[in-house]
């Protein structure tokens, strides 16, 4: 499909789902994207259970991507193998970045520290823009509340530089909306959020937030970073 193809479907497919459920957007883009070219890039952080239940009522086993920086906080990896068991998901593929450009680029694991865009990059963003060869359009969490970043974020986007389809069902829930959800459908919680972690990534670069304050403060707190480069324009 041709770059201008792209942009007008996904300005079709924006106006045909204005009306749906996340569900329904999820259960159309399944059926009009050839089959195993769809996937779902998962954090398995504070409020993933919630795209991640919608997905598994569509397809178990949808392709599921959780990114193992190897800095994640443990209660992550745990949650991740509880989650998957809840829901039933059977297709859960693990994404790394590679082993010797990992050992070249920060032999120490000490990157964060002095260039944390540069560790993103190497950790998160390269292996899935590895693993997203594979696929024609993946499945997003973001959400507008979440940030001024994040303010336009619309239902179905055009990811050029990956040449994908990226779909963000979940785009015009509120922070309410999202404890319903839990509420009602019994969802297990990140055992993290109890402890004042409302979004969580990397252990070095994840701090609790106060009461009140932005959700995604505790991300690379104090410094002017928002975001890990998976979303980013560049990548």
């Known amino acids: 499909m041709q770059p201008e193809e792209r942009k007008a479907w996904v300005a079709q497919l924006n106006g045909q789902s204005h009306s749906l459920s996340s569900l329904a957007m999820i259960a159309m883009t399944h059926r009009l994207i050839e089959p195993g070219r769809l996937a779902l890039v998962s954090s398995f952080g504070a409020e993933a259970i919630v795209l991640l239940h919608l997905v598994a009522q569509v397809d178990h086993n949808l392709p599921v991507l959780f990114i193992d920086t190897d800095l994640l906080f443990a209660e992550t990896l745990r949650y991740q193998q509880q989650v998957s068991t809840f829901l039933g998901l059977t297709n859960v593929q693990v994404i790394r970045t590679n082993t010797q450009q990992h050992a ?120 002017t970073k928002t975001e890990c480069g998976l979303h980013s324009p560049q990548n």
């Open 104 to 223: 070249r680029m920060d032999p120490l694991d000490k990157l964060h520290l002095s260039d944390p865009n540069a560790c993103c990059h190497l950790r998160k963003t390269a292996p899935l823009n590895h693993a997203l060869r594979r696929f024609d359009g993946w499945i997003s969490g973001r959400k507008r509340f979440q940030g001024s970043s994040r303010a336009n974020v619309a239902g179905f986007e055009v990811d050029p530089d990956r040449d994908k389809i990226k779909i963000n069902p979940l785009a015009q829930w509120s922070q309410p909306d999202i404890d319903l959800y839990l509420r009602e459908n019994n969802l297990p919680r990140h055992p993290l959020v109890q402890k004042g972690y409302p979004s969580i990534g990397c252990l070095p670069c994840t701090a609790p937030v106060a009461a009140g304050a932005d959700p995604r403060s505790g991300r690379w707190a104090g410094q």
